[in-house]
């Protein structure tokens, strides 16, 4: 399927009419509303509603998407189902487009809350060596659950939003230090949206998780990988990672995603029945990063040994109620190899063998620097892509 | 000071003139809105704002204390002065007055996150003990930072609220098993609202943190032991403390406190620049716990080792952003004898040593059981209560 916007149907777009992810943005004026990626131009979903071509409530002009996205399925799939219509070959060729060069992009929701899950066998046993040594690289239950851990969705920012390196305590000889953290990272991460309330003492099925999710970005979860060390037994990592989460403006939705459905990591042994799935719950995504414009790692999303679909129905185990606007890191997505792993810590072996980035030596994140991540599926004539997910360093404040 | 309104000065009230706890509360109307507790009544705040006595710009009239507490610690003062002057003897008897027997209480809050400390040495040490033994039990940084974990806003529920046991992972010799928990247990906490905002890349010095805490409730932390024991390496405890956590419906507030500030426990090393305090951040608070009506413990909050202004100033140490509706938990309150112990894990030893509640064994939580919290502070001819916190456990949803 082709749309009447050429931008849109040439090779390599990240935005075809297959794709329409939806994000919030603002131009001159100002106000941030709703909106749907298309070629290189934004469809004005409030516009468009006004003009009566589409009916979400009034959700659109809202400065966040959770509004509509709390009105579920149902609805996510007639609005899909009309803007494929409307942009599609014959289509109505008058709809409300804005040049998203001249457009300024927002946060797409408010974030409820923020769980940061650990699903790369790869990464959990890297991180896990450095950390802990090889004996204890993987933890007992890593193979039984999605470990996770509950971070802070105050400290989610929009690409493009500089990250200020952060002050901390690193542990010394003679005691801690107070100092500008020394091993500064990314993770590389997709984050899935949820699109749907639970309640407190109910729990959530593998296959009602799956119908819950509404999309997903990208999600750089900036670590400080040196107070992480000093601070993370035995309650988790804390201050390490609330320095700033960077996410993708758009949400590629669930529904663009779904022929790109397949399996994920093979099992080590077999999942508690409250995990098991069935339908495959991974994407066949490429993803990965790049540092001051050089590709440093690229993998695929489908190395992981837990579904975005598998943490949410965990994370309702206990009964934790769950709301529309959570955010769910899927954990740090590394391959095998060198050149395929989200993080430096692992990259240069927790900074003992360093890496070369236009000509220059890196083992941690320094002042100036900026990552990108990136990813997308494959279709047939197409591309789903994610846009770019961007953060540079600022000099810590002293 | 005394009040016109005669049970405010009864002996053993709460919640006298001094006090004026704000809460949340609807009657038969069913609208929820903002009110204070005075003796045995609660202060409509929504009907006395539209009779002009005082001005809070509307918040008074919404469903929870978010908007008021955000205009800040002058409006605290001015709202403050003005209910006191109103209630004192020779103030004015036509304040609207609600019965609180009628009355329901709602969550006082919207909870924006929630973070859980770790403060009580004794606490520390003890737990530290039953999960990783004798040598390891205090972790190397604990007298040097608050140690802190992000916890689950969506799962803070009011007093009353009845708590589901959780259903989890159960560690077991052949692998894990899925079980209703089997280790249910509470913890006694104290809980701070933040009263203000702070932005991505900032810090709150000890001495601002102290000015943007708004007041304090009673916090019980339910967890789930052995759920807690299976997950919690690396990252923390995650399913086992989402099952619910229970907050008492009035704020008492700093101001209210502030006659009982006092020094908590002594430094075992000097802390770092930026957790020093220039004045003592504790209270003389008794508080303790009771289970099926029987009290269980009691102990002191001037036990613990780092004060609400220091956990907030060390949230803020990496640049994480916090925002007025922010809950800190103070961590278990324990002092070093077995009938001042905030736990029942640490009460019983891990559940080797039950205790006898009205005839009856008790190593962890059964079903049915009901805990109440309490605390408060005892003034010159009136005391600074906290009221009921209180929650009874439902069987699992198997």
């Known amino acids: 399927m082709r749309s009447w916007l ?30 749907v990626a298309i070629g290189d131009r934004i469809v004005d979903l409030a516009v468009c509603e006004a003009r009566g071509l589409i009916n979400a409530e009034g959700a659109f002009g809202l400065p966040q998407l959770n509004g509509f996205i709390a009105q579920g399925r149902a609805k996510w799939d007639e609005i899909r189902a009309r803007l494929t219509e409307l942009l599609a070959e014959g289509g109505d060729e008058s709809l409300p487009l804005v040049a998203m060069a001249e457009a300024r992009l ?20 890297n991180v896990g060596v450095l950390f802990r040594g090889p004996e204890n690289a993987l933890p007992a239950q890593w193979t039984h659950m999605p470990i996770g851990y509950n971070g802070r969705a105050s400290s989610v920012v929009v690409s493009g939003t500089p990250i200020r390196r952060p002050m901390g305590q690193l542990k010394a000889e003679e005691g801690p230090v107070w100092s500008p953290c020394r091993r500064l990272d990314l993770e590389l991460e997709l984050g899935a949206i949820v699109g749907g309330d639970s309640e407190l003492g109910e729990r959530v099925s593998v296959a009602e998780a799956e119908r819950m999710i509404f999309g997903y970005v990208l999600l750089n979860d900036w670590s400080a990988r040196d107070v992480q060390a000093w601070e993370y037994q035995p309650l988790g990592p804390f201050q ?54 050089q590709r440093m790692a690229q993998t695929n999303y489908n190395v992981m040994y837990y579904s975005s679909a598998q943490q949410l129905a965990h994370h309702t185990s206990s009964g934790c109620p769950m709301r529309v606007g959570d955010l769910l890191g899927s954990g740090t997505i590394s391959g095998p190899e060198r050149d395929q792993t989200g993080a430096l810590l692992e990259m240069t072996g927790g900074g003992k063998t360093p890496v070369t980035v236009n000509g ?23 591309r789903i892509g994610f846009g770019p997910c961007t953060g540079r360093i600022l000099p810590a404040k002293e």
Chains 1, 2 share one sequence.
């Open 360 to 382: 220059e030596e890196r083992r941690f994140l320094e002042d100036g620097d900026e990552v990108g991540l990136f990813a997308h599926a494959e279709g047939q004539g197409y």
């Open 240 to 293: 390490a990672k609330a320095l700033g989460t960077t996410i993708s403006p758009w949400i590629v939705t669930q529904a663009a995603l779904e022929p790109f459905r397949c399996e994920g990591a093979e099992r080590v042994n077999p999942l508690l029945p409250y995990l098991q799935e069935d339908q495959p719950g991974f994407y066949d995504l490429t993803v990965g990063w790049s540092l001051n414009g």
């Open 6 to 35: 050429a931008s849109a149907n040439e090779e390599g777009c990240d935005f075809p009419i297959q794709n329409l992810p939806y994000g919030v943005f603002s131009t001159g004026d100002g106000v941030p509303r709703c909106g």
């Open 106 to 125: 927002h946060l797409p929701i408010r974030v409820s809350e923020f769980t940061d899950f650990y699903a790369s066998k790869n990464h959990a046993f």
